[in-house]
């Protein structure tokens, strides 16, 4: 609890924001809900109120802050409470359960995994659940940090220049603009990727590449390269997309965010002809096949040194989730 309080400090600090604050994690999978969050999918939770009253702890009020943090006890965002309800379990509807940002977010499913839950939450409590029992539904917004993708530009080439010289070439990623000096990367380096991806001047055996910069708040803290189309060399090889994250930045679910964004990015391009992501990895870099993973991916193949997996095309926004509830 210690790490907890003192990461959640530095993560409050670093907003900027006043005031008070709580700080908790969600129930069986606070790093998988916490993800959720951090996303913009998930933006609500729900709880019992008998076990509120049990407990002798407050009710959430609309406008308070908490810090959420994971199963390492370390901060991973900050939320603001917009809307408290007490109603019984029977009056939930399928808005507050899209809201939640779990499973398929449907209704049918928030009351699949909830009536259980529900049920061992309030035994604990030594009540019984019930069709009638008060839940507490509980809205609120991201406030901290905000993460967000753009293509690589001239207009932002001091922070750009900044992630490259802290993202060295390793995994796989090559960064050949590693140390670099900000008015060669500036004048030389932005416009030469900038018609990369364009298809203009491109190196023998290449293919347009978009590079794009993973922001979390006003900061760069990934670079993900992005293929447009595939020849034999990439198909077979590193595939769509390559990514790195600032090691600073490194285990707090942005790869993740940042390669579901890379892939929304991808098929949007016009020249992006197929029916699946191809992605590749190192074996010896377990944290990013796990990444590739949660986006979606299957292993089609691996050899001596990598792994080889495709994510199938969304050809419709489909929202991934786990099934749990606060804690």
């Not at 969600?26 to 913009?40: H, I, K, N, Q, T």
């Not at 991808?266 to 699946?276: G, R, V």
Request: charged content about 30%; hydrophobic content about 35%.
């Amino acid at each position: 609890m210690r790490n907890s309080l003192k990461s959640a400090a530095a993560l409050w600090a670093e907003s900027g924001l006043t005031g008070d604050y709580e700080v908790w994690s969600f129930g069986d999978a606070p790093d998988e809900l916490a993800y959720l969050v951090l996303s913009g999918k998930k933006m609500a939770t729900s709880s019992a109120y008998e076990c509120y009253l049990a407990e002798g702890e407050k009710i959430p009020q609309e406008g308070e802050y908490s810090v959420i943090t994971d199963s390492s006890d370390e901060a991973v965002c900050i939320i603001r409470d917009t809307r408290i309800r007490i109603v019984p379990y029977k009056d939930i509807d399928a808005e507050h359960a899209y809201k939640e940002g779990e499973d398929d977010r449907s209704l049918a499913s928030y009351r699949s995994v909830h009536a259980p839950f529900f049920e061992q939450e309030l035994a604990l409590c030594k009540k019984d659940f019930s069709e009638d029992s008060l839940i507490v539904l509980e809205e609120f917004e991201l406030v901290w940090p905000k993460l967000y993708m753009k293509a690589l530009n001239v207009k932002d080439a001091e922070a750009e220049h900044k992630a490259f010289t802290r993202i060295p070439t390793e995994n796989g990623f090559e960064n050949p603009f590693y140390g670099q000096d900000l008015e060669t990367f500036r004048n030389v380096t932005i416009p030469q990727l900038i018609n990369e991806s364009e298809g203009i001047n491109l190196k023998k055996d290449h293919v347009p590449q978009t590079c794009f910069m993973l922001w979390r708040e006003q900061e760069i803290v990934g670079i993900f390269k992005v293929r447009h189309c595939l020849n034999e060399i990439t198909r077979t090889g590193s595939g769509h997309i390559g990514y790195a994250i600032a090691p600073a930045y490194r285990n707090r679910g942005y790869a993740r965010y940042g390669l579901e964004l890379a892939i929304k990015e991808l098929e949007k391009m016009p020249d992006f002809p197929e029916k699946e992501v191809y992605l590749s990895c190192y074996k010896s870099n377990p944290a990013s096949l796990k990444v590739m993973l949660k986006n979606g991916a299957y292993i089609t193949h691996e050899d001596q040194w990598r792994y080889f997996a495709r994510i199938p095309v969304r050809m419709k926004e489909k929202e991934d989730g786990i099934q749990r509830d606060r804690s």
